[in-house]
């Protein structure tokens, strides 16, 4: 949005100028039927690993840890999709 002089109040608060809708849409079936044919599990492990390289990068120790333990988090549950997958 937009915010130009003409909303600026006595406050010195912005205004946005443009109109926000609050209307979200839904997703649709073809989005729906493909998110349910997805590897899950593999998709999990590529963000697993890419939350690793970001921590690998990271001068923060707090950010750091973080990005490391939502990698186990995502490992933890692609396992767990993997063990119901093949019956384990």
């Known amino acids: 949005m937009r915010y130009g002089p003409e909303r600026l ?7 946005p100028t443009g109109k926000s809708y609050s209307y979200r849409p839904e997703p649709s ?3 729906l039927r493909v998110m349910a044919s997805m590897d899950w599990d593999d998709y999990l492990r590529h963000e697993a690993a890419m939350y690793r ?3 690998e ?4 120790v707090f950010g750091k840890q973080e990005l490391l333990d939502l990698a186990v988090v ?5 396992n767990s999709i ?3 997958l ?3």
């Not at 109040?9 to 205004?15: K, N, V």
């Not at 990068?57 to 923060?60: D, H, I, L, Q, T």
């Not at 995502?74 to 692609?78: G, K, L, Q, S």
């Open 53 to 55: 390289q970001l921590a």
């Open 29 to 31: 079936g073809e989005i």
């Open 9 to 15: 109040g006595g406050d010195g608060a912005h205004r």
């Open 82 to 84: 993997e063990d119901r």
């Open 57 to 60: 990068k990271s001068e923060n």
């Open 74 to 78: 995502c490992e933890e549950v692609a």
């Open 86 to 88: 093949t019956g384990g």
